[in-house]
């Protein structure tokens, strides 16, 4: 049978294009569908934007540090529009590079919503059909709304980066990484934060001693942080309400660059209840409840694939559906939500069907980070987990480093290893601290090649480091 594609990728984020890339290098010829913008979540409304966000915010802490250091500087207010219009320049100038990269590769653009009608068709929104020998999808994920009344006067992560103004009060409802980076974000840039989550504590599925000392942390920076606690009821705050609350304007409407999203609809602001009883007039509330595949009217169903209860696409180890021409990678597949996994993801894809090299993916050992402030950074098991698969030793130091020490400021750091008993093998490691996300990364490396402690012994210490503590650690701090 005649296809008029060898690969048709559906979503242009950080995986679908990478596959698509690096298979039409092998001579396939390669089709890609976005609907919206390329580079996906990622690129456009995700870990770029949030991570220059937190760039951004860091400032307002460094102003108290340089006078501390000696400097004789000014604060200054922030300028949200300034920010954000070189912030959408940025975006745009990536996202044209992904474009190009695309463009230089041989794969060929359809800017189109693409929806699959069977196993080798693709069906574009511009009217016309195509076939592909495989069809790859991409679609990334979104987040989640609870249902709550009133929920619908409430943003989320993507609508952030579009607010026209920066409000001076937000309640940011959630306990997971996006929730607490856009709370440690938006204090730094001088918003009034307050933060529900209904769990007993945040960053769930974190090793606890280093989520902990971020939450400390996180309250330590002026975050209103309430735990075991969550919405029952939300709506346009009224007149009344806001006297009640002495409610304050939001900052300065950014000039030049339409927006569209005001700071709570109306700028008349949102009035919550809490289950604690209590309620507070909000400039904004922000949810970051969670994130869903994005798998809604895609044509799953109608041409048999499997969908798991989540709305995820089911697949094996190599990324394939129970279609075997139709395979599946990133987010759509709730697999390991991370922009580098759906990468790799689509690297091992190419490498088994258009090398002839069968590629499992590989999930073990993920170096990850949590742009917190403090930041966190994490790599294999945490202590708890470690524990109830078998006996280990943990290795722990907390610490005020030599930086903050020196300018006065409270903030500690952790570095803590979980070691195995039996094997010495360093089964996980975690950090709370500036730049966590940058040691974390190389820590990784050796923690993935099956480094022990004796080999993190052997290595000698960088002095003045805060990252020479995981090397100079040597009686273990308890068992477990």
């Known amino acids: ?56 915010s860091g400032y307002s802490e460094m102003f108290d540090d340089a006078r501390a250091y000696g400097w004789d500087v000014q604060d200054g207010p922030f300028d949200w529009g300034r ?73 989320t992560s993507n609508e952030v980066f579009l607010l026209n103004e920066m409000p001076k009060s937000i309640l940011i409802v959630g306990g997971g990484y996006i929730a607490s980076e856009f709370a440690g974000i938006l204090n730094g840039l001088g918003v009034e934060v307050t933060q529900f989550y209904r769990g007993a504590q945040i960053l769930r599925g974190f090793d606890d001693e280093a989520r902990g000392l971020v939450a400390e942390g996180m309250r330590d920076k002026g975050i209103d942080l309430h735990l075991g606690t969550n919405i029952v009821e939300m709506r346009q705050a009224t007149a009344e309400d806001r006297n009640e609350e002495g409610h304050a304007e939001g900052m300065p409407m950014e000039q030049g660059r339409p927006a569209s999203v005001a700071p709570s609809g109306d700028g008349k602001g949102i009035w919550v209840k809490a289950t604690n009883g209590t309620t507070k007039v909000y400039d904004q509330v922000l949810f970051a409840t969670g994130r869903t595949p994005n798998t809604t ?27 075997p021409s139709i395979y599946a990678i990133g987010d759509v597949t709730n697999r390991v939500q991370l922009t580098p996994v759906a990468i790799r993801e689509g690297m091992a894809f190419v ?58 400021r409270e903030d500690r750091v952790l570095m803590k290893l979980v070691v195995s008993k039996e094997t010495r093998k360093v089964l996980g490691c975690h950090i709370v601290a500036d730049h966590a996300g940058e040691m974390i990364q190389l820590v990784g490396i050796a923690v993935k090649m099956g480094a022990t402690k004796e080999d993190f012994d052997r290595t000698v210490a960088v002095h003045p480091t805060m990252a020479e503590e995981l090397v100079t650690m040597k009686e273990p701090l308890r068992s477990a």
């Open 1 to 56: 049978m005649s296809f008029d594609y060898d690969l048709f990728v559906i979503g242009g984020g950080s995986g679908g294009v990478r596959a698509a890339r690096v298979a039409a290098a092998t001579g396939a010829k390669v089709a890609l569908a976005e609907e919206y913008r390329m580079g996906g979540t990622c690129v456009i409304r995700g870990c770029v934007p949030k991570k220059l966000m937190v760039f951004a």
């Open 83 to 155: 920010f954000r219009k070189k912030l959408h320049a940025e975006l745009d100038r990536l996202e044209g590079i992904y474009r190009k990269l695309l463009d230089g590769s041989g794969v060929e653009i359809c800017d189109a919503r693409a929806v699959i009608k069977d196993a080798h068709t693709v069906s574009l929104s511009t009217g016309k059909d195509v076939t592909a020998k495989h069809i790859l999808v991409a679609t990334g994920g979104h987040p989640v709304v609870p249902e709550i009344d009133g929920a619908e006067l409430g943003i």
């Open 297 to 323: 009217n895609l044509g799953l169903q109608e041409a048999g694939i499997t969908v798991g209860r989540r709305g995820e696409i089911v697949v094996d180890e190599f990324s394939q559906t129970n279609i």
């Open 351 to 408: 490498e088994t069907v258009f090398k002839g090299n069968p590629t499992p993916v590989d999930h073990a050992l993920i170096p990850s980070a949590v742009f917190t402030q403090p930041e966190l950074g994490t790599v294999g098991l945490t202590e708890e987990e470690a524990r109830d698969i078998e006996p280990v030793e943990i290795y722990c130091s907390s610490f005020k480093p030599m930086n903050h020490a020196f300018a006065g």
